[in-house]
């Protein structure tokens, strides 16, 4: 091994404060790239999370939605039902969930745009549907002509066929658009 010459301990010298700034600026933007790197796992994985979770509510609502269409009696039943008992009031329970929908209403913006506008409509339906529910729990439904109820009845039915109808082609968007997801559909519900 040789001893180094004067001048070559000089230019070390020289550019070992250079190299070693070099040094901690590379060390710096490598931490920085990892903590970037973290984040965007961190945030693809909170993403992949909320799309899985509306996906779920969406297909419990909508399953919900379709065994209420298929259960629904048809209007001439609900008109003989209402001719018969003046104070007939159609029992319709408000089972929806929206409970991820309006807890994550500040993360929708990671929807897909394939889809977003149309989960929105979704739950502004279900919103709609609770509406019309409550009309027909307040004593005022009693006071509506025949017709009228029956116009409220079917309009609820139209309404729910819409939504289920609407929620089928998200979910079939968001399977489309995610299938590395692997979203699934659950059962039917059961009245």
Same mark, same amino acid.
């Given at each position: 091994?040789?001893?180094? +010459?004067?001048?070559?301990?000089?230019?070390?010298?020289?550019?070992?404060?250079?190299?070693?700034?070099?040094? =901690?600026?590379?060390? &710096?933007?490598?931490?920085?790239?990892? @903590?970037?790197?973290?984040? &965007?796992?961190?945030?693809?994985?909170?993403?992949?999370?909320?799309?899985?979770?509306?996906?779920?509510?969406?297909?419990?609502? +909508?399953?919900?939605? =379709?065994?209420?269409?298929?259960?629904?009696?048809?209007?001439?039943?609900?008109?003989? =039902?209402?001719?018969?008992?003046?104070?007939?009031?159609?029992?319709?329970?408000?089972?929806?969930?929206?409970?991820? $929908? /309006?807890?994550?209403?500040?993360?929708?913006?990671?929807?897909?745009?394939? $889809?977003?506008?149309?989960?929105?409509?979704?739950?502004?339906?279900?919103?709609?549907? /609770?509406?019309?529910? @409550?009309?027909?729990?307040?004593?005022? $439904?009693?006071?509506?002509? @025949?017709?009228?109820?029956?116009?409220?009845? /079917?309009?609820?039915?139209?309404?729910?066929?819409?939504?289920?109808?609407?929620?089928?082609?998200?979910? @079939? /968007?968001?399977?489309?658009?995610?299938?590395? $997801?692997?979203?699934?559909?659950?059962?039917?519900?059961?009245?």
């Amino acid at each position: 091994m040789t001893a180094l +010459t004067d001048d070559e301990l000089a230019t070390l010298r020289a550019v070992g404060p250079f190299v070693a700034a070099f040094a =901690a600026v590379a060390l &710096w933007a490598l931490s920085r790239l990892a @903590e970037a790197i973290a984040g &965007w796992l961190r945030s693809t994985s909170a993403r992949r999370a909320m799309i899985r979770a509306i996906s779920a509510e969406i297909d419990y609502n +909508t399953s919900d939605l =379709a065994h209420f269409v298929d259960a629904s009696p048809p209007i001439d039943q609900i008109r003989s =039902a209402i001719q018969q008992n003046p104070n007939f009031i159609p029992h319709v329970t408000d089972a929806r969930h929206t409970v991820v $929908y /309006r807890d994550r209403i500040g993360d929708l913006h990671r929807l897909d745009d394939d $889809y977003i506008a149309s989960v929105v409509r979704f739950y502004g339906e279900l919103e709609k549907i /609770r509406e019309q529910i @409550e009309g027909i729990r307040r004593p005022s $439904y009693l006071t509506i002509s @025949e017709t009228g109820r029956l116009e409220v009845v /079917r309009r609820l039915t139209s309404r729910s066929r819409t939504a289920r109808d609407l929620g089928l082609m998200v979910l @079939e /968007r968001m399977e489309r658009t995610h299938p590395r $997801y692997r979203l699934k559909r659950g059962r039917p519900t059961e009245g």
